[in-house]
Structure formats: structure tokens, C-alpha cells
């Protein structure tokens, strides 16, 4: 059964960089059907698309955080990363890590979510 | 602000039916791409509900419909029960954003 998920530092300093990293269970980053995506989710409110990696290290990113985002992979390992510079207040959010489908970008698996908390 | 448009709240008293829509523009649901819904309890990760408009995966209950007409897509649910008050997510491709789009949420109440 896949499973994905997310590990990292709950509590950033304003200005610092937030990373986490996500761990998947029974798949492959190099499965070239799906991408592998951060997803987050400030308190109270909807969902914010971050980003997705392919598995031949092309990321698209929401063009609202790219200026500040960074992922990338380690099919070796398993995992993927999200680094996110600069942070403030307003990137307090749960962050879900999550696959999807190359055709018709469907998240069908996600991480539990993990709580960031930007503040000093 | 959204890309997606949903009502922020619904409700239904049990065994009645509620729509909640998705409106969007030329650049993702007019566009053709697919849309999916996802339903989120309070805590818990989304949960892939309908995909590609209006496929059911497996386990979802068939009183969960969905439909997609030119801008806009709508999910049905009849025989409303109290376990599905939660929120519910609209979510495509949007062609000008090159990226994914959430809709902002909406909230069903069961009365």
C-alpha cells in the first residue's frame, strides 16, 4: 500500500528556510506516470498548490511561490524535498506531501500532513 | 482568491440532496481538463473523492456524482448522511498557471 510522508521542523524563524522532506512507501519516484507534489494548507482556510517534481528532475511550481521554491528528489532514498526561503507568518500552513497522475494531474495519495509554524 | 469558485457553505438535512459547483474559465475546466473533487475532514488529508469528472474510486459510495459542462463542474450527493459533513475541494489543470488549482472550499453541513 503506498504511503506517503512528511517529516521536518514544525517551528521556523521568520526570513529562515523552511524544509521538509517526504518518504514514500512501495513506489518509485522514477514511476514516469506520476509527479510528486507539495500541497499546504494555512489554518482555517483551502488548499495552495506548491509545486511537483518529475521523475527526470523537472519541477513546476506555483508561479505565486516560485521566486522562493525549491524541490527535488532522490529516487535512491525514497523521497522528495520542499525548501521554501524567506519565510513570514503567512507561511504558517499544514504541508502535505502528495502523488499524482502525469495525465489529468489527480492527487490520488497523500501524506498525512505535517504543521509549520513560521514565527520566532 | 480562488481560481476555482465555490460556494464557502452548503446544507441538507439527512436523505435529501445537495450540489455544491466549481466554476472556473477557459484556461482549466473550459480548457478540457479534468476535474476532480476531494473531501477533507477537520485534521485530516483530503481524500481523492471523484476523478477525471466523474469516476468514482474505489470504496467511494455511488450516492457521490459529479458532473463538467464548458467553465463549470458540480458534485451531487444524495441520501445526505451525517458522516459527510466535511469539506469539499474542486481541483484542475490550469493551462495559464501551468500548474495545479484548487477551488477555495466548501463547507457541507448536515442539519
Known amino acids: 500500500q503506498l504511503q506517503l510522508q512528511e517529516s521536518g521542523p514544525g517551528l521556523v524563524k521568520p526570513s529562515e528556510t523552511l524544509s521538509l522532506i517526504c518518504t514514500v512507501t512501495?513506489?518509485?519516484?522514477?514511476?514516469?506516470?506520476?509527479?510528486w507534489g507539495w500541497i499546504r494548507q494555512p489554518p482555517g482556510k483551502g488548499l495552495e498548490w506548491i509545486g511537483s517534481?518529475?521523475?527526470?528532475?523537472?519541477?513546476y511550481y506555483n508561479p505565486s511561490l516560485k521566486s522562493r521554491v525549491t524541490i527535488s528528489g532522490d529516487a535512491s532514498k525514497s523521497q522528495f524535498s520542499l525548501k521554501l526561503t524567506s519565510v513570514t507568518a503567512a507561511d504558517t500552513a499544514v504541508y502535505y506531501c502528495?502523488?499524482?497522475?502525469?495525465?489529468?494531474?489527480?492527487?490520488?495519495?497523500w501524506g498525512q500532513g505535517t504543521l509549520v509554524t513560521a514565527s520566532s | 482568491q480562488s481560481v476555482l469558485t465555490q460556494p464557502p457553505s452548503v446544507s441538507g438535512a439527512p436523505g435529501q440532496r445537495v450540489t455544491i459547483s466549481c466554476s472556473g474559465s477557459?484556461?482549466?475546466?473550459?480548457?478540457?481538463?479534468?476535474l476532480h473533487w476531494y473531501q477533507q475532514f477537520p485534521g485530516r488529508a483530503p481524500k481523492l473523492l471523484i476523478y477525471?469528472?466523474?469516476n468514482r474510486p474505489s470504496g467511494v459510495p455511488d450516492r457521490f456524482s459529479a458532473s463538467k459542462s464548458g467553465t463549470s463542474a458540480s458534485l451531487a450527493i444524495t441520501g445526505l448522511q451525517a458522516e459527510d459533513e466535511a469539506d469539499y475541494y474542486c481541483?484542475?489543470?490550469?493551462?495559464?498557471?501551468?500548474?495545479?488549482?484548487f477551488g477555495g472550499g466548501t463547507r457541507l453541513t448536515v442539519l
Open positions: 512501495d513506489d518509485s519516484l522514477s514511476n514516469t506516470n506520476y509527479y
Open positions: 517534481l518529475y521523475y527526470r528532475g523537472s519541477a
Open positions: 477557459s484556461s482549466n475546466i473550459g480548457a478540457g481538463y479534468d
Open positions: 477525471a469528472n466523474t
Open positions: 502528495a502523488r499524482h497522475l502525469v495525465r489529468g494531474w489527480v492527487f490520488d495519495y
Open positions: 481541483h484542475s489543470y490550469d493551462s495559464s498557471l501551468r500548474g495545479s488549482v
